[in-house]
């Protein structure tokens, strides 16, 4: 085959190689990318999500109390300073 300056397919032929591997490497990290976000995703879900390591019933009637407490300290308050 004759060279010439104007013989560019060895020359389109290695950029097109680049291409595909540019577009290849492009999705793996794409792909890469939505994995971690989730993984990271579901490793917060789990860690924040916790219903199910709670005793709903005992929650509600710590919260009652604590509500309990503050009325009858505020009310005391009330007496003393009013």
């Given at each position: 085959?004759?060279?010439?300056?104007?013989?560019?397919?060895?020359?389109?032929?290695?950029?097109n190689?680049?291409?595909?591997?540019?577009?290849?490497?492009?999705?793996?990290?794409?792909?890469?990318?939505?994995g971690?976000?989730?993984?990271?995703?579901?490793?917060?879900?789990?860690?924040?999500?916790?219903?199910?390591?709670?005793?709903?019933?005992?929650?509600?009637?710590?919260?009652?109390?604590?509500?309990?407490?503050?009325?009858?300290?505020?009310?005391?308050?009330?007496?003393?300073?009013?």
């Amino acid at each position: 085959m004759e060279e010439s300056k104007f013989s560019f397919s060895e020359d389109e032929q290695s950029e097109n190689k680049k291409d595909e591997n540019v577009a290849k490497s492009k999705e793996e990290v794409k792909k890469d990318a939505q994995g971690l976000f989730a993984s990271i995703s579901k490793f917060l879900n789990e860690l924040l999500d916790f219903r199910d390591d709670t005793d709903r019933n005992a929650t509600i009637e710590a919260i009652k109390k604590t509500y309990r407490l503050r009325a009858l300290l505020l009310g005391y308050w009330c007496v003393l300073y009013l």
